[in-house]
């Protein structure tokens, strides 16, 4: 039985409806194994000529790399995710060598990639009981150059993963937000034919 609000309006396995992106966690430690289970799940996705573009950059909560990691963030982003039990931050290769090529040329749908792999990893973490939380909110350059990042990978989004905690502990204008979004419905988003929408 769902836990959530959301009503598909077709068919759809409920873990689809039931992952959602709190920005309240209770602060818990998550261990490593369990975190790596989720890249597990990411490292599954498709892409193109199994490029497999994604990267990953990770910090657990109360290990020696999270307080740098929570310093990526803008301050707004900052405020909740410091009671996240880990960070990360999501990167892409920008080229790739061609099968049968020797040299490496621009990889067009390093984006889409990637994006199908964090999905992976978010409903692996929905899956195993964990929340996941996007957020473009981060300092980019700083980011590049506090996690040594080289030219050629493209920073996509900081992920907060935690388990979820008192909404009571957001700030006021924030807790009304605390409940699972709705969508736009199927019509307004897939077409036959020419677009129409």
């Not at 599954?44 to 310093?71: C, H, I, K, M, V």
């Not at 996509?156 to 979820?164: D, E, M, N, P, S």
């Amino acid at each position: 039985m769902s836990d959530t609000p959301r009503v598909a309006d077709y068919a759809i396995h409920e873990q689809f409806t039931n992952r959602w992106s709190p920005r309240a966690f209770d602060g818990s430690t998550i261990d490593e194994n369990t975190l790596l289970g989720f890249f597990e799940a990411a490292r599954w996705a498709p892409s193109a000529y199994n490029s497999q573009p994604w990267r990953f950059l990770y910090a657990r909560r109360d290990t020696p790399n999270w307080e740098r990691f929570l310093g990526l963030l803008n301050e707004f982003n900052r405020n909740w995710a410091q009671h996240a039990s880990a960070l990360v931050i999501v990167i892409s290769k920008t080229t790739f060598v061609a099968p049968g090529a020797t040299e490496e040329s621009p990889a067009l749908w390093h984006t889409f990639d990637t994006g199908s792999a964090w999905g992976y990893f978010a409903l692996q973490a929905s899956i195993d009981g964990w929340h996941t939380h996007g957020m473009a909110g981060f300092d980019q350059d700083l980011t590049r150059k506090e996690l040594s990042i080289p030219e050629g990978y493209a920073l996509h989004a900081a992920v907060a993963i935690g388990k979820l905690g008192d909404k009571a502990s957001l700030p006021e204008y924030l807790q009304a937000r605390e409940t699972p979004s709705p969508r736009k419905p199927v019509g307004e988003i897939a077409a036959e034919g020419d677009f129409s929408l």
